[in-house]
């Protein structure tokens, strides 16, 4: 019969364990792999391949960014679900991975929370009302009297059916009590040129894909859907100064690990992320698409993604919307 251990027995595992913990090596020992679910190019390459280059600096380890484009970045996403959980391989996530459960529904291999530890947001862009010619107001208060005065004849343009503009429209449009027409394309790029030239009358749309346009005033841009003003376009309200209370749908782009991955390596990507927000170099390479440092991390990340989730996938099935 064995005895009960003694306190110097215990006291010899416990100087063995610090020990060994002091001197595993310090993480990553390997290259880092991010995923991109997306062309290269996007926004969400963009900030992948801006992080990389800091924290391969900081890390002194290579990192490397792998585009794996394909159904609305499902494809990256089950990639990285199924990688060994070491914190070599991440997913460049943006805002549509909060979609994929609404759209997808039973279709994945993955769940979009449980199959990941989110670590922080990297960066964000605005999501703006803009309005074309065809559309001649100034101020949200002038367009939502001329949009209740004519219901069921303004359009709206969007990327697409179920595309993260057309669920941020149909938010709008509740809150607000408007009637308008959906007019989806195939991309933002088309449905721009559209609103430019007054075959649709409106569009949400991201600061970074219109901001060369507000500014050379082809579009006129009426408030912006953040907490706070846009550093980008700080002349232009959010929807909460001009009454229309919790429309908040900003675009962001962060780091997600699959589940499992050791907390050591969380430690030193949560650090990474928050030095990358910090950096007034990254802010400037940033801003040229129209994007800001963003570090939200741990906890308040998780709760964002969950409250998007649930957002997100009641919108789909009062909508009706699934994607093949």
């Avoid at 963009?46 to 900081?58: E, I, M, N, P, Y």
Wanted: with cysteine; aromatic share 6%.
């Amino acid at each position: 019969m064995l005895g009960k251990p003694t306190l110097s027995a215990i006291g010899a595992i416990v100087a063995a364990t610090a020990a060994a913990a002091q001197t595993s090596p310090p993480y990553p020992q390997q290259p880092v792999k991010l995923v991109v679910g997306f062309a290269a190019g996007g926004p969400s390459d963009l900030v992948a391949r801006v992080f990389a280059d800091q924290a391969a600096k900081s890390l002194s380890q290579t990192v490397i960014v792998e585009n794996k484009p394909g159904a609305n970045a499902v494809l990256a996403t089950e990639a990285v679900a199924a990688a060994k959980p070491d914190g070599l391989t991440l997913l460049a996530a943006a805002t549509n991975h909060t979609m994929i459960p609404a759209l997808y529904t039973g279709r994945i291999k993955f769940d979009a929370a449980k199959s990941f530890v989110p670590v922080c947001t990297l960066a964000s862009s605005a999501t703006v009302l803009v309005v074309g010619p065809s559309m001649p107001v100034k101020t949200v208060g002038e367009f939502l009297d001329r949009v209740k005065a004519r219901p069921d004849t303004a359009t709206y343009a969007t990327p697409g059916q179920g595309s993260s503009p057309h669920l941020a429209t149909e938010q709008f449009r509740k809150l607000a009590g408007l009637s308008m027409i959906h007019v989806p394309y195939k991309g933002a790029a088309p449905a721009v040129t559209d609103l430019i030239g007054g075959q649709v009358d409106l569009s949400f749309a991201t600061v970074g894909s219109v901001l060369p346009h507000i500014k050379s005033g082809k579009l006129t841009a009426l408030a912006v859907a953040s907490r706070q003003r846009s550093a980008l376009l700080p002349q232009v309200p959010t929807f909460e100064e001009v009454g229309i209370k919790g429309f908040v749908i900003d675009t962001w782009y962060g780091l997600l690990a699959p589940a499992g991955t050791p907390v050591e390596a969380l430690r030193v990507l949560t650090r990474e992320a928050n030095d990358f927000a910090r950096s007034p170099a990254v802010r400037e390479r940033l801003a040229g698409a129209g994007l800001e440092p963003q570090g939200v991390c741990g906890e308040p990340f998780v709760a964002q993604i969950a409250r998007e989730i649930d957002a997100n996938t009641r919108i789909a099935r009062e909508l009706n919307l699934k994607t093949e």
